[in-house]
């Protein structure tokens, strides 16, 4: 059986349109025109209800309940209106969000800096605390720095010291002559005197390449640091004062320094500067030899480094030195193989 809605019943089917005019009313007044004329003592619904009274009993069990819900849907929607008109607008949007704040928030993962940059950064700072600047230069590098100016001539037998990656491109104006890769980051010493006259003090952290095969104690790319201080009057006492006092700020002052004699072209005299085995406590062992680790090269600058950038070695000395920064972070951290750092484990380098 199908019924005929009367007129006004057919309220129930327009809920959408009335709830639609509740939303367009945004001020006070507008939303009690919109109460008067549905809610209100003659507005619709009431006026609907009384219809109801005039339906036959089968229509009201249908209309009767119809009518209820609307009215309790109008009534709903008006109070919630009512609400939205008086609470401010920031408590509205926070509702709207349902932001709540005592739930869990979404973990952050954060990145850590790899052990051996950490290093360089603590040698870098232990030298900036004496006085020291830092500078960086190329790791691809022409002849002239890697080897001309640091007294190490072409065709040299102590060339044979390093073991270069050479790059396939040469100067066609033959000044810096071929390029490499730089084996060590000595070629900044002459960088900078050419730039800069004494005094001078300052630290070169960077990236260097050999091509050697790898061992437990060498990589065929690692990273040094280099120092050099030049001025009039420095002495080989300054050289070991520095020194020592950069091993004891990184390694503590229980730690035992050994400087034996060494040969590096671009020195003299030149040492080797070496840290007590951190395995065998200086006894000897596989990893160390003969109880010691050495970590850096150093010397007073050769009076031919000073000429060939144009400084009087008369007038001025000055020390330098390379360290190894892997060397360091093996001794301080007690790691037996320098190819841990560059494996990629991150079991391993989520200890640092
Ligand atoms: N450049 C040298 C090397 O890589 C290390 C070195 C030795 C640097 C003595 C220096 C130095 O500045 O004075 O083997």
Known sequence: MTMQLPPDISLVSELHAIEAELAAATNATAL????VKYLGRRGRLSQLTQQLGSLSLEQRRAFGP???DAKRTLEDLFAAAQRALQEPKAARESAAHHLDVTLPGKPVTLGRLHPITQTVREICAAFQGMGFDVAEGPEVEWERYNFDLLNIPRDHPARDMWDTLWINWTDPNEEGRRMLLRTHTSPMQGRIMEQAKPPIRVVVPGKVFRHEATDARHEWHFFQVEGLAVDRGITFADLKGTLYEFARRIFGAD????FRCDYFPFVEPGVEMAIDCFLCKGEGCSLCGDGWIEIMGAGMVHPNVFS????????????AFGIGAERVAMLKHGIDDIRRFYANDLR???QF
Request: glycine share 8%; hydrophobic share 40%; aromatic share 20%.
């Open 255 to 258: 730690r035992r320094v050994r």
């Open 348 to 350: 391993f380098l989520r």
């Open 32 to 35: 009690e025109a919109w109460r």
């Open 308 to 319: 060939a950038v144009g400084y009087d070695p008369e007038e001025y000395t000055g020390f």
């Open 66 to 68: 119809l009518v209820n």
